[in-house]
Antibody, heavy 121, light 110 residues
């Protein structure tokens, strides 16, 4: 059974940093692209970014809203995906979901339950 | 990359059919057969309903179908049921090698 479990959320002040983790199990993690998607309270889904797999050199892409502030990394030996968030703004407050990509790398076939990040003073 | 455009809300009675549109540009929806749809119930994680415009994952009811014409993709739900009441989001691959969501549509089953 595919499982994705996010952790690391919490309250942080504006300008601060936070690192989210996503522990994956039940599938060959190294074969898949992995993404982060967020949802601000009462708002819609927003794609944050992705890590491609080893076959694609672990390259990353980011949404314009987080580029230069957020960094996605992965450790295939630990079946884990990470999101390092720096220079946090109040508008980064959201539930952050980890999601697995399907074979074409263009859709999300499994999602975690999310972890809440609150940026507030 | 601007968000794809979806109607804020749609409604229908049990047994009826509804269609949710998702409009983008030639740089995303119109340029690729890579549109997906997600269902989200309150407080829950999204669930994949349709991928690559028309494909249904295993376990998703055949009452859900997808299509695309030009820069607009559509999700149709036939034989509406109470449990279909949820938020629905479209997503597309883009020519920037990124992905973009629609703003979401709240489906109400009357």
């Amino acid at each position: 059974e595919v499982q994705l479990v996010e952790s690391g959320g919490g309250l942080v002040q504006p300008g601060g940093s936070l690192r989210l983790s996503c522990a994956a199990s039940g599938f060959s993690f190294s074969d898949h692209y992995m993404d982060w998607v967020r949802q601000a309270p009462g708002k819609g889904l927003e794609w944050v970014g992705r890590s491609r797999n080893k076959a694609n050199s672990y390259t990353t892409e980011y949404a314009a809203s987080v580029k230069g502030r957020f960094t996605i990394s992965r450790d295939d030996s630990k079946n884990s995906l990470y999101l390092q968030m720096n220079s946090l703004k109040t508008e980064d407050t959201a539930v952050y979901y980890c999601a697995r990509d399907g074979p074409t790398g263009t859709y999300f076939d499994y999602w975690g339950q999310g972890t809440l990040v609150t940026v507030s003073s | 990359q601007s968000a794809l455009t979806q109607p804020a809300s749609v409604s229908g009675s049990p047994g009826q059919s509804i269609t949710i549109s998702c409009t983008g540009t030639s740089s995303d929806v119109g340029g690729y057969t890579r549109v997906s749809w997600y269902q989200q119930h309150p407080g829950k994680a999204p669930k994949l309903m349709i991928y690559d415009v028309t494909n249904r994952p295993s376990g998703v009811s055949n009452r859900f179908s997808g299509s695309k014409s030009g820069n607009t993709a559509s999700l149709t739900i036939s034989g509406l049921q109470a449990e279909d009441e949820a938020d629905y989001y479209c997503n597309s691959y883009t020519n920037s090698r990124t992905l973009v969501f629609g703003g979401g549509t709240k489906l109400t089953v009357l």
